[in-house]
């Protein structure tokens, strides 16, 4: 049988998730068979935030998103500069909270990150 060419995808999206929605943190966990991304957006001064996204990926699926993570800000910094690191940054109790009471319990999952995506350094975490 002979092989079709490649087609083009063709994806769709809806006006509901073509406005994307706002995160200025992330938390990643994974297991061994896959890895899951929470995005949230914290407010200053409040003490409770809400998971707006959350993207599950295969450990393959992952390791190809961070390459093309890398690829994509490698050339952006090409045609805009360097892009400036974050001071680390210390996460209130809540989150400590949040993550003790809802993810830990989950046996599978074997590792915690929290990335701090907000742009203003004196945003309260």
């Known amino acids: 049988?002979?092989?079709?060419?490649?087609?083009?995808?063709?994806?769709?999206?809806?006006?509901?998730?073509?406005?994307?929605?706002?995160?200025?943190?992330?938390i990643i966990t994974h297991s061994n068979a896959e890895f899951v991304v929470d995005f949230v957006n914290v407010m200053p001064g409040t003490p409770k935030s809400k998971v707006k996204s959350r993207v599950n990926l295969t450990p393959m699926h992952a390791k190809r998103f961070m390459k093309a993570m890398v690829d994509n800000i490698e050339k952006f910094?090409?045609?805009?500069?360097?892009?400036?690191?974050?001071?680390?940054?210390?996460?209130?109790?809540?989150?400590?909270?949040?993550?003790?009471?809802?993810?830990l319990p989950i046996h599978s999952l074997l590792c915690i990150t929290i990335?701090?995506?907000?742009?203003?350094?004196?945003?309260?975490?």
């Not at 809806?14 to 995160?23: M, V």
């Not at 990335?115 to 975490?125: F, P, R």
């Open 77 to 103: 910094e090409a045609a805009n500069g360097p892009i400036g690191d974050m001071e680390a940054i210390e996460i209130p109790q809540f989150w400590w909270t949040y993550i003790t009471g809802l993810v």
């Open 115 to 125: 990335i701090s995506l907000g742009a203003h350094n004196d945003m309260i975490y």
């Open 1 to 26: 049988m002979e092989q079709q060419p490649n087609q083009p995808l063709n994806i769709e999206i809806s006006e509901e998730i073509a406005e994307g929605t706002y995160a200025n943190l992330a």
